[in-house]
Every structure is written in C-alpha cells, then in structure tokens.
C-alpha cells in the first residue's frame, strides 16, 4: 500500500533526481571536468593539503577515528604499502605497515572488540595498539582484495570481514574466531566484477551482502556459517562493475541499496520500487 508519507518521499526522491540531473548537465555543458577545483569551491568546500606526498597508487582510502580523540583520522594505503594513518587536525602521517597489498579493498573496524578502531587492508587486519601508536599484523586469509567490507554477519559479537577480487564474482566472508583464527565461506551470486557492501535489508537483524543488482540474503539464527544457507535475490538490473553502497537514505530505520555505475551517476533503490536517479549511456570498462 502506498502511504502518503511514502508518496511524498517518492515525490521528494523525483524532485530531487531532476535537480541532480540539471546540476550534472549545467556541470558537463560548462567544463570538461565536472569535478574540478571550480566545481569544488562552487559548492563551498575548502581544499586541504594534508600530505605533499603520500604513499604511491594510493588506491585504499577509509575515514575513521584511530587515536580515539573524536576527531575522525584519514586513512590511506598504496597498492603496495605504505599504510599510514594522517591525524586530524595536523595530519601528521604515522606509518601503521611499510608494506601491505590490496587490489583495492580496505575498510575499518573494531575488528578484537577492545573499543579501538582496527585497520584492514587486503587480507590482513592491522591491530590498533594504543591510540593508533602502535601496530600488529595479522592474517585473515586468502581472497579477492578489490572490495572489502566488515560486519558481524553471525552476530556473535566479532567483527568478520567479507571481500571480493576483480577476476570473479566470487563473495568471500571470514567469520573470526580469533584474532589470528577464521572461518571461510565462499559465496557466488554468479555476477559482478565489482562492487560490494554489508547491511541490514531485510531488517531481521542480520547484515546481508549487496552486489551489482543482485543481493545476498543472511539466513542469520545459527545458518550464517552456511554458505548453502544465504539465498541470492535481485532487486535491479545493472552492471557488473557496479560500486554498491547500502543506506537509509529516508532515515526510517530500513537500510536501502545505492547503486552507482563505476563513471556513471547511478541508481536509488527504495524498498520494492527504486527510482533513477540519473543514467548516462557509455559504460566502462
Ligand atoms: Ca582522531
Ligand atoms: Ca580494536
Ligand atoms: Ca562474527
Ligand atoms: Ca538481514
């Protein structure tokens, strides 16, 4: 049944897909690169220079506090290392690994649960020692790198950690048993190169898994260790290098998929009905 709450939002989701589309046309008209400096200061953000030089091909990029002092930290890493965390607010770099390999995937987390926020990148977990000061490697496991997302998808209150590579479409979930010590489950929605979050869709309290089009539903109650067990439904039709984001975007307690084509301006996909928000033609790769 479509309330009149539910009407106004879908009216206020439309109103607001023609004014991203009219900015993203005026943008493209006036500059060949929509997203340069100027368009920048024309929606009043302030550029900071936070390092001359960071670490190289610096493709793992997370924001999160690290030293506790509720200032949120930046985190950066090179395909290749180094891994260094930049303290806000003078940015000073402390290196957390000289070396680490990702293709893409990092994400951050309170991974052994002691309050402070921990750092994956690739397949290993760096262990926040006091404040960010000090750092210890630890293995997970061996997986796709290019996507990685954290959750405590079994609920027995440690932080797993769910990863996908760019050659498959492959989904992997390590359920923690210990710092040193995990669970793998593989799980093949049999699409998407690309893309991958965690979140509660179906609001039964287990976070499910959300690729390209097509999400993975947690059995959750005992069964989430049971890669049989996760059911694989669609909720779109898109691209297989899609970027995903879950997000309650209406702030009504139900997480909701966020689509975005890699180069293209995406989809939002609202409970059973998903509204276009813009799409442009060309795709990539
Ligand atoms: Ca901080
Ligand atoms: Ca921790
Ligand atoms: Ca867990
Ligand atoms: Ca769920």
């Known amino acids: 049944m479509v309330t009149r709450r539910g009407s106004i939002l879908a009216a206020a989701f439309l109103a607001g897909a023609l004014l991203i589309s009219l900015l993203v046309l005026h943008l493209e008209r006036g500059s060949a690169n929509p997203f340069g400096s100027r368009a920048i200061e024309d929606i009043g953000l302030r550029r900071v220079l ?5 670490p190289p091909d610096a493709w793992m990029k997370n924001i999160a506090d690290l030293n ?3 200032r949120p930290d930046l985190v950066v890493a090179g395909a290749q290392g180094p891994v260094v965390w930049y303290r806000n607010p003078d940015w000073k770099p402390s290196t957390i690994a000289a070396s680490a390999s990702s293709e893409s995937g990092s994400a951050v987390g309170d991974v052994d649960g002691d ?3 921990d750092v994956v990148v690739g397949t290993t977990w760096y262990e926040n020692r006091g404040a960010g000061r000090a750092w ?7 997986g796709g790198t290019h996507d990685i997302v954290v959750a405590d ?4 209150g440690k932080l797993d950690v769910a990863m996908r590579g760019e050659t498959g479409s492959t989904v992997e979930i390590f359920f923690q048993n210990g710092k040193d010590s995990w669970t793998r489950i593989r799980l093949d929605p049999r699409f998407g190169r690309n893309g991958l979050d965690a979140g509660d869709l ?3 309290g287990y976070a499910d898994l959300a690729v390209g089009g097509l999400w993975l539903a947690n059995p959750g109650k005992g069964a989430a260790r049971s890669a049989r ?11 297989a290098w899609a970027a995903v984001k879950i997000a309650d975007m209406d702030r009504d307690g139900r997480a909701h998929r966020l689509t975005v084509k890699i180069g293209q301006r995406g989809a939002l996909v609202r409970s059973r009905q998903w509204v ?7 795709s990539k790769p």
Not at 50 to 54: E, I, L, P, T, Y
């Open 68 to 70: 506790g002092d509720g």
């Open 202 to 204: 179906d609001g039964d």
């Open 50 to 54: 936070v390092a001359a030089s960071g």
């Open 115 to 117: 309050g402070d926020k």
């Open 229 to 239: 067990a996760w059911k694989v439904r669609r909720f779109a039709q898109w691209n």
């Open 136 to 142: 210890r490697a630890h293995r997970i496991g061996a």
């Open 276 to 282: 276009v928000l813009s799409k442009t033609s060309g």
């Open 153 to 156: 998808f079994d609920r027995d």
